[in-house]
């Protein structure tokens, strides 16, 4: 076999024994063998089917409002439940640590929103770190902000950094601005077997009127600005509302690229504060046909199975809670249904603040 002079090896030899500084090291080339040996790291992939791993860039994306910034929290959950527990419906694989760098949701938001978690019986003290908006913004071009950033990673080292959102790290849709960013923003990330998965939120492009909504790998076009991200990122998610009405709690999470495993099925969710509740339901025929899905309204088989299990007599509040967890609807739907002289007038009784039930 013919051997091969390293002259970058030879010159860093001479330059080992002279005290000088050493010549970078800019790639390697290797044998097929080399790459068919490779093992991942045990806890490299942390969700799914490599739909986030260590090191490596994903991207959810959606319009405003949708939901994107409480996936990052259900996200922190699924990470302190670790192994055996799920991510809208991909298996976990590892516990992780959450680092949420956002800008746009102050002390207010944040406070209900953590507050609803904890309420739900969940800890994520020791799970989740998340700051309110930068003074100076999301200021990747900043050598000291990146200093900061490495700093903190590298001694607190989460599982998952996500960057809420992406045009607040950049100031343009230019495709050398994206990059330059992307630069940056890698190069705050700890190296080893440890490095975080990288997760953007992502805004989508305003669609135009009666247009035809794109499904599948066609979705990765829908994010705004420059092709850059959908290119740079080794999946993507797309979480979009089921119907333009802002009463309607229900999204659509798809999975439009994988680079290293399956993408997966679409799948509906109602969207909550902490994990998202399935939505079992869905109209899958006419959302693919591009009609409104029918939303889920409380109907008298809920309201008969409620009572049942209630022993037939229930305060308004309980009926209220408990069609609620049934239903996955939300309180203002539910309440709306079961109010005095409402559509189930005929079969809800009111006295004494007591509801009874008759079919």
């Not at 799914?48 to 994903?58: E, F, K």
């Not at 969940?122 to 989740?128: A, F, R």
């Not at 997760?199 to 909504?213: A, F, M, N, P, Y």
């Not at 339901?281 to 809920?302: H, M, T, Y």
């Amino acid at each position: 076999m013919m051997t091969l002079t390293n002259p970058v090896f030879a010159e860093n030899l001479k330059r080992q024994l002279q005290g000088l500084p050493l010549l970078p090291k800019f790639f390697d080339f290797h044998p097929p063998a080399y790459f068919t040996g490779y093992q991942m790291p045990p806890d490299a992939i942390l969700v799914g089917d490599c739909h986030l791993t260590r090191g490596d860039l994903t991207v959810i994306g959606g319009v405003a409002g949708c939901g994107k910034s409480r996936l990052l929290m259900s996200l922190a959950i699924a990470g302190m439940d670790g192994r055996g527990g799920d991510w809208m419906g991909l298996p976990v694989h590892d516990h992780f640590r959450t680092a949420i760098l956002q800008a746009e949701n102050g002390e207010v938001r944040l406070q209900r929103e953590l507050q609803d978690i904890e309420d739900q019986g969940y800890d994520l003290e020791d799970w989740l770190s998340v700051t309110p908006p930068p003074p100076y913004g999301l200021a990747f071009t900043s050598p000291e902000f990146r200093a900061q950033l490495r700093d903190w990673l590298a001694q607190v080292r989460p599982g998952v950094l996500a960057i809420d959102p992406w045009n607040r790290c950049t100031p343009d849709d230019k495709a050398k601005d994206y990059r330059s960013i992307l630069d940056a923003v890698f190069e705050v990330l700890p190296d080893g077997d440890d490095k975080p998965a990288l997760v953007i939120v992502h805004h989508l492009r305003k669609q135009s009127t009666g247009e035809t909504r794109r499904r599948g790998r066609d979705l990765l076009n829908e994010l705004s600005g420059s092709y850059v991200i959908g290119s740079a990122c080794r999946v993507a998610f797309i979480l979009e509302p089921a119907t333009p009405d802002g009463d309607d709690d229900r999204v659509v999470f798809t999975c439009a690229k994988n680079n290293n495993g399956e993408m997966g099925s679409p799948s509906a969710w109602y969207r909550k504060n902490g994990l998202f509740t399935p939505c079992a339901d869905f109209d899958w025929d006419g959302w693919q046909n591009n009609a409104v899905p029918k939303r889920r309204s409380v109907e008298l088989e809920d309201l008969a199975a409620v009572f049942s299990a209630g022993g037939g007599m229930m305060t308004r509040r309980q009926v209220a809670e408990t069609l609620e967890s049934l239903t996955g609807l939300k309180r203002s739907t539910v309440y709306e249904a079961i109010k005095p002289g409402g559509r189930f007038a005929k079969h809800l009784t009111l006295s004494g603040g007591v509801l009874q039930f008759r079919a």
